[in-house]
């Protein structure tokens, strides 16, 4: 399990980082937005990978990662993926601004010639 929620994140942030370094404004939209799924995976992860465990401490029961998920990784990830959908939302109406605007969306305001 551990080895596929890595090589997911590493995944994601390799593809996030090579778009992010693309001359169009929309790959770097979308490099950044894998980026963020990269570490949100990451936070996610960090809460302890177990199956069919419940967050919620019984009676009874030590107050360990053995017996129970850490609730509060899967908050902040929670927290996360709203703030980064309403942010990736405001960029790219920016974006759509900037490019009826100017003409075209590459990051430096030059056009590549054909």
Request: charged share 10%; no cysteine; glycine share 8%.
């Amino acid at each position: 399990m551990e080895l596929v929620v890595s090589l997911a994140v590493g995944l994601l942030a390799a593809a996030g980082t090579w778009l992010l370094l693309r001359p169009r404004t929309f790959q770097v939209l979308i490099g950044l937005a894998l980026l963020s799924y990269a570490v949100n995976l990451f936070i996610f992860s960090v809460g302890s990978l177990a199956l069919a465990k419940e967050p919620i401490v019984h009676a009874g029961l030590p107050a360990d990662l053995a017996h129970y998920t850490d609730p509060l990784p899967q908050a902040l990830v929670l927290t996360a993926i709203v703030i980064g959908f309403a942010t990736t939302a405001l960029f790219l109406v920016v974006l759509l601004a900037l490019r009826g605007l100017s003409g075209g969306d590459h990051v430096d305001g030059r056009e590549e010639p054909p």
